[in-house]
């Protein structure tokens, strides 16, 4: 595919900067000493957290509503969404007076569908449907047919692209030096828009995409040279949970795009840990994808100034019980065992004397169902206090003779236990 079919596209962003900027805010750039420090490079995080809606998704959805004919935006309009593109659609609804049907996921976090509603007011009704964003976009599709009424997609459309990609003529006006860009993945419409900006200001940038690794979209359409769905997905990193990336940004992706990869969802927890902890930022999961990818992409980013975009700040902190529990699995202190205990008087205590370790701790134990009378199985949690601590840990259970199963990394065993 030839680039010039794109050529007018940066000066189209450009131009919907001036057009959407008494609504959409520039939004900072912060550079981050500590991880600057921790990779020898200059690491500046965007701030798209930092929009009234907490997401960039706010630039595409306004951009697309306010280019609608006339008699299209009177009738109404549709989205479907994990969140923040709703989030996005209900603000512009409110502000331009227009009718706004929103379908979410049923699992989209309490603080979301608050939000949603919040920014709507009258003008926008919701409709929970579905488990991920695909579910609910395929009733978001049927009810927009039936109705005749528009729908904004919240990637795979020029007006979305052009909106998105003002977040990258926004960084290269700050920061014209920048000599890499990572950006989280979702649908696509980002990453697209960036790409595009970041080769018109500097063709020598690299621009890398990241997909969470429960829904590697990006990384597969990659590999197969066009748009793959994908049978599975983990719906944790809700914002970028799609099974399918969009046909115009991936073709926009494929000749601006250096690089994609995929990040776990521990990463992107323990990600999210350290930035409350370290910079006082309250991050959701999609948003710190490219801050989690850091130490994939140490070699190549050593010495250069980096942009990670911080693409959205709606977490809701009833989830942050799971963003602990993930991250600690993902850095090696928690793990999750079934354990054969014999029935006989002792057992417990030799378990607990010879077995657990000094500082490892007990975080979970009950018994299950009896097999026979002579073993009881219990679903026994252990926290380490280092990693290393695992090895002999296990060392102690064979030397004890205790029968186990390490079910940590078992995702179907541990979701049915756990």
């Not at 595919?1 to 189209?12: C, G, H, I, K, V």
């Not at 047919?145 to 007006?159: G, M, Q, R, S």
């Not at 993945?185 to 697209?192: D, H, K, N, P, Y």
């Not at 850095?331 to 999750?336: C, N, P, Q």
């Amino acid at each position: 595919m030839d680039t010039n079919a794109y050529s007018e596209l940066p000066s189209r962003i450009m131009e919907c900067g001036r057009q959407i900027s008494k609504v959409v805010k520039h939004t900072p750039l912060h550079q981050v000493p500590r991880l600057s420090q921790k990779y020898g490079a200059d690491i500046w995080f965007k701030r798209e957290d930092q929009q009234l809606v907490r997401s960039y998704k706010i630039r595409g959805a306004y951009n697309t509503i306010i280019n609608l004919p006339p008699g299209a935006a009177k009738r109404g309009v549709v989205c479907a969404s994990a969140g923040n593109h709703a989030q996005g659609v209900a603000y512009s609804c409110q502000l331009m007076k227009i009718r706004g049907h929103v379908f979410m996921p049923e699992v989209t976090p309490r603080q979301k569908l608050e939000k949603v509603r919040s920014f709507g007011g009258e003008w926008i009704k919701v409709e929970l449907t579905g488990t991920t964003y695909d579910e609910a976009y395929e009733q978001a599709i049927a009810f927009c047919e039936a109705e005749k009424l528009t729908f904004v997609h919240p990637f795979d459309n020029i007006h979305t692209i052009t909106g998105q990609g003002t977040v990258g003529t926004e960084i290269f006006a700050d920061q014209p030096d920048t000599d890499v860009l990572i950006v989280p993945v979702g649908g696509g419409g980002l990453l697209s828009g960036l790409s595009l900006v970041a080769k018109y200001f500097n063709p020598s940038c690299r621009v890398i995409g990241v997909d969470p690794a429960g829904a590697p979209k990006m990384v597969e359409a990659f590999r197969e040279g066009g748009p793959v769905r994908l049978e599975t997905i983990d719906p944790f990193v809700d914002g970028a949970a799609v099974r399918q990336v969009g046909s115009l940004p991936f073709n926009i992706c494929s000749l601006f795009t250096d690089k994609v990869i995929a990040t776990r969802e521990g990463k992107v927890c323990s990600t999210m840990i350290e930035l409350y902890q370290h910079e006082g930022i309250i991050a959701e999961p999609a948003g710190v994808l490219s801050i989690a990818a850091l130490d994939q992409l140490k070699d190549e980013i050593r010495g250069r100034k980096v942009v990670c975009i911080l693409s959205g700040g709606n977490n809701d902190l009833a989830r942050y019980p799971e963003v602990i529990e993930r991250s600690l699995i993902y850095e090696g202190l928690k793990h999750y065992f079934i354990i054969e205990f014999a029935q006989k008087p002792g057992e417990l205590r030799t378990f607990l004397n010879s077995v657990l370790g000094p500082e490892d701790d007990i975080v979970r134990f009950e018994y299950l169902k009896k097999t026979n009378k002579e073993f009881g199985p219990a679903l026994v949690g252990i926290e380490l206090s280092r990693p290393q601590d695992l090895e002999p840990l296990l060392g102690r259970f064979k030397e004890q003779q205790f029968r186990f199963r390490n079910v940590t990394n078992d995702d179907m065993l541990r979701k049915y236990f756990i």
